[in-house]
């Protein structure tokens, strides 16, 4: 298990590291192959289909990253779909599904990784044009991070659980989540 930082830890890191979001949308969009692949788990899914009214095939696809094993196929979570190498939801410049956005979203740039914050290129970080006022929140964002952190935690458990009672079909590609295993069809 990652080392979980403490949160005052955590603020005063992201303090030095401020971020405001310049809504250019670069990381809605592929900039390069793969580059804007949201990965989703059953429950972020369920909240932008309770959002938007579509059905959950509509809303992710398969994570493209996938296992095989002898004449098996699978992998362990789903994406939030692109058209056209964009996210689905970024529409006319925004986000559709901004009160719902996934974790990865909610916490872009940011991520923890081994109880540091990572940061993915993103020109609204560090800049010097950067006012105080409109710096992220870090109180809010680190109670993000801390909460995507959990949430992710508790899904790659669940998906142990689950991979460990399934039996995947042969010849079948399937996604096994949180919630079971779904056989994708095509």
């Not at 992710?60 to 362990?76: C, F, G, H, K, S």
């Not at 609204?124 to 801390?146: C, F, M, N």
Request: some cysteine; glycine content about 6%.
């Amino acid at each position: 298990m990652s080392q979980i930082p403490e949160y005052r830890e955590l603020c005063t890191e992201l303090q030095r590291k401020p971020f405001i979001c310049l809504r250019c949308g670069a990381c809605c969009r592929e900039i390069e192959p793969g580059s804007n692949i949201v990965m989703v788990g059953p429950e972020e899914v369920r909240a932008i289909m309770a959002r938007t009214g579509l059905p959950f095939d509509e809303v992710a696809e398969p994570y493209p990253d996938t296992i095989r094993e002898d004449d098996r196929e699978y992998t362990l979570a789903w994406a939030i779909i692109r058209e056209e190498g964009r996210c689905r939801f970024f529409i006319n410049g925004s986000c559709s599904v901004y009160e719902v956005r996934p974790w990865i979203c909610r916490t872009y740039p940011y991520m923890l990784e081994n109880g540091h914050i990572s940061i993915s290129p993103c020109s609204g970080v560090g800049s010097d044009e950067i006012q105080p006022e409109e710096v992220t929140s870090v109180d809010h964002l680190a109670a993000d991070l801390l909460a995507r952190q959990r949430a992710e935690s508790e899904e790659e458990e669940r998906i142990a659980t689950v991979l460990c009672r399934v039996k995947i079909p042969a010849g079948q590609f399937v996604v096994i989540d949180s919630e079971g295993m779904r056989i994708i069809d095509g």
